[in-house]
């Protein structure tokens, strides 16, 4: 019996297709698509809401379609591969101008993530197809998560890379304590460390909470060791080569981003050091939570109760607890579990550990919603995973005795674990100001008038220019620069800003040499942003632009000036 079992599992962790998974993909990529659509039908720039939606998709356009193009344009902040994953898609105008270049990666990314989230469930719970349905189910109820993956932000990618490095982990686990307990790495586990590494890689490229994992995967093979050492003397105490290489493979993302950092900026820690880094970016609001745990964790558990509502967190809870309780006697499942769960937190514990360190700023913002609250989507997977471990409990505790009864009381929990997600998604509709994703005051486009006239001033500049060819100086922040950009429908090469190499060097302090137009911000109290300086003195000297371009356009916080 337990051959056939082992069996079984070998089969379903090497498999790579099945009909499930294949529906839960389906199912996904319909409902984000519809998601998509619907918006779309509301306002044509609902996918664009984000202010980071739209740098996304400019720098991802930059790197082929610029004055001065090649992969330098990705910068040396944002770290570089959900760029990259968007580049295939920016090419094409249509998606490139209605952001849907964003929906197709994000989309597919959400299909992948609960697709694997059935697998994660499956693995975890002998197999059940019941648990792995539900999983991937309840990862997808929810108004955000869905939000998140359809526009082109760098959430929904990197939750696809982290469930996977996670489904990985959790397989090399369960494959050294209960299949190959010598520990002896054959050709399948080397393709199984080869994947693993790889995903990792991939997470640690998009996002910087995902720089725990490498470590993750060390935690792992020395958790294997350490259980089979309890029952084996005869264990293998060291990493092979194998292992230490596809170790040091998981690394090799953060390694590299150091690495392209100091050759583009000459400094290893542009990232966090330099003036369009988090740390610098967020101050002096980072200063409120640097170490300053408790203040950082109540502002977490806002946000999860705002995006998921209290039913949902409390069932996770319940479900952790009550599976730890009915495996308390058998160590391997229990420290299978634990581990999964420990994995799958990976990205909550590195938001808290950024926020104390003060490179990560979430907070409630006075008039209603949070800043930066999108980054608590990550722990959609987690509640997920907890949520199905209260049904898994209790289908364990009564599954022995075979009655209608017993039966019946797994449906009703089933019933009121679902009831809870669906009044949470019920609760939260995916409209402005409902949804935690769509909630955001600063960064969101319906709630900034700067924002909203930098998108007229685009529209303008498009109406304006009859040379296709002209150029185009940006003295305006960053952001609005790029979204002035993405709605003028011009190429992104027409454009002077910084990352143009000479032309924006000679145009800081001529912009006429090259510019045929300026577009200038007038004077706001704008403090972050690192051009601010540069905008100040020519709003200030005004007369000396005037001797050289007349002006074409003004709304109440940008002007276009034709030469």
Not at 81 to 89: A, T, V, Y
Not at 340 to 345: N, Q
Not at 462 to 489: C, H, M, W, Y
Request: glycine share 6%; hydrophobic share 50%.
């Amino acid at each position: 019996m337990l051959a056939y079992v082992k069996r079984s599992v070998s089969e379903f962790i090497n498999s790579e297709n099945c009909s499930q998974e294949l529906l839960v993909a389906i199912c996904a990529i319909v409902l984000c698509s519809s998601a998509a659509y619907l918006l779309l039908m509301r306002d044509q720039h609902s996918l664009l809401h984000y202010a980071d939606a739209v740098s996304h998709l400019v720098i991802s356009r930059s790197v082929f379609d610029s004055i001065n193009p090649g992969m330098g344009m990705l910068g040396g902040v944002w770290l570089p591969l959900g760029h990259l994953m968007l580049m295939p898609f920016v090419t094409s105008d249509f998606l490139f101008h209605t952001g849907l270049a964003g929906t197709i990666v994000s989309t597919l990314s959400i299909a992948v993530t609960a697709s694997t989230m059935l697998r994660i469930a499956k693995l975890q719970f002998n197999l059940s197809v019941m648990a792995g349905l539900i999983s991937a189910s309840l990862y997808m109820m929810n108004t955000s998560v869905i939000y998140m993956g359809v526009v082109p932000m760098q959430e929904a990618p990197f939750m696809m890379f982290f469930v996977l490095s996670a489904y990985y982990l959790q397989r090399i686990y369960y494959s050294r304590i209960h299949i190959d307990s010598n520990l002896v790495v054959n050709l399948k586990d080397q393709a199984l460390f080869v994947k693993c590494a790889l995903v990792i890689s991939a997470a640690t490229l998009i996002r910087y909470e995902g720089w725990l994992l490498p470590f993750a995967f060390i935690i792992v093979l020395k958790a294997a060791k350490f259980v089979l050492r309890t029952k084996n003397e005869m264990w293998r105490p060291r990493f092979g080569w194998f292992e230490s290489v596809c170790i040091f493979l998981s690394f090799s993302g953060i390694i590299f981003w150091f690495i392209w950092d100091f050759a583009y900026y000459r400094d290893s820690l542009y990232f966090a050091t330099g003036p369009y880094s988090p740390q610098i970016q967020n101050q002096p609001f980072s200063g409120y939570f640097h170490l300053n745990p408790v203040l950082v964790l109540s502002t977490l558990i806002g946000i999860s109760k705002a995006m998921y509502g209290i039913p949902v967190l409390i069932i996770a809870i319940f479900g952790i607890v009550s599976y730890i309780y009915i495996t308390r006697k058998d160590h391997r499942r229990l420290v299978f579990f634990l581990l999964t769960m420990v994995i799958l937190m990976i990205p909550l514990l590195s938001i808290f550990l950024s926020m104390i360190q003060g490179s990560a700023v979430i907070y409630p913002i006075k008039e209603g919603g949070w800043f930066n609250g999108r980054y608590l989507t990550t722990i959609s997977p987690l509640l997920a995973f907890c949520s199905v471990s209260l049904i898994m409990s209790v289908y364990e505790r009564v599954r022995s005795r075979k009655s209608i009864i017993t039966g019946a009381i797994s449906s009703v929990v089933i019933v009121i674990v679902l009831s809870f997600y669906i009044s949470t998604f019920i609760s939260n509709p995916l409209e402005i100001g409902r949804a935690t994703a769509l909630n955001d005051r600063f960064v969101l486009l319906p709630f900034s008038k700067q924002f909203q006239f930098a998108i007229d001033t685009g529209d303008a500049l498009r109406k304006l220019t009859s040379d296709k060819r002209a150029l185009i100086v940006l003295f305006t922040p960053s952001q609005n620069g790029q979204e002035i950009i993405l709605e003028s429908g011009l190429p992104v090469k027409n454009f002077i800003d910084v990352g143009s190499g000479s032309y924006w060097d000679i145009s800081k302090s001529a912009p006429w040499t090259y510019g045929s137009y300026l577009v200038i911000r007038k004077p706001m109290d704008i403090h972050r942003d690192p051009k601010n300086n540069l905008i100040d003195y020519w709003t200030q000297n005004q007369e000396i632009i005037m001797k050289h371009f007349n002006p074409a356009y003004e709304n109440p916080y940008f002007m276009v000036l034709k030469k």
